[in-house]
């Protein structure tokens, strides 16, 4: 069977060995270069001593703007995204991501190094 590619990228073929019908399935894309948030940007730090997360945020001017500390990933990240201080969702869904990464590293007791 061939895939018919739609003019919405999606195709009508099912994903493993699941059939899902007629519902289309969307080929996932790289993203290629990420724009940068007006906001600003973050550097996470896990303090595995205190089991906390510091997600430190900074103009491009290099001011520390703010500090958001919490007990988890998602804690932290509501509360970026409730203040609007991740003004795009690439950029929120790459700070949910690494603040995920960031808590597994201070649970498990591995090194985090911010991708």
């Given at each position: 069977?061939e895939?018919?590619?739609?003019?919405?990228?999606?195709?009508?073929?099912?994903a493993?060995s699941?059939?899902?019908?007629?519902?289309p399935?969307?080929?996932a894309?790289d993203p290629?270069?990420?724009e940068?948030?007006?906001?600003?940007?973050?550097?996470?730090?896990?303090?595995?001593e205190k089991?906390?997360?510091?997600?430190?945020?900074?103009?491009y001017?290099?001011?520390?703007?703010?500090?958001?500390?919490g007990?988890?990933?998602?804690?932290?990240?509501?509360?970026?995204?409730?203040?609007g201080?991740?003004?795009?969702?690439n950029?929120?869904?790459y700070?949910?991501?690494?603040?995920?990464?960031?808590e597994?590293?201070?649970?498990?007791?591995?090194?985090?190094?911010q991708?």
């Amino acid at each position: 069977m061939e895939d018919e590619t739609n003019k919405d990228g999606s195709n009508n073929v099912s994903a493993g060995s699941e059939d899902f019908g007629n519902v289309p399935v969307i080929q996932a894309e790289d993203p290629g270069k990420l724009e940068l948030d007006k906001e600003g940007y973050f550097i996470i730090v896990p303090n595995p001593e205190k089991m906390m997360i510091m997600a430190k945020h900074y103009s491009y001017d290099k001011e520390l703007l703010r500090l958001i500390e919490g007990r988890d990933a998602k804690s932290i990240y509501r509360t970026i995204i409730k203040y609007g201080w991740a003004s795009t969702l690439n950029h929120a869904a790459y700070l949910g991501q690494e603040l995920v990464r960031a808590e597994i590293a201070m649970r498990t007791g591995f090194d985090y190094i911010q991708g």
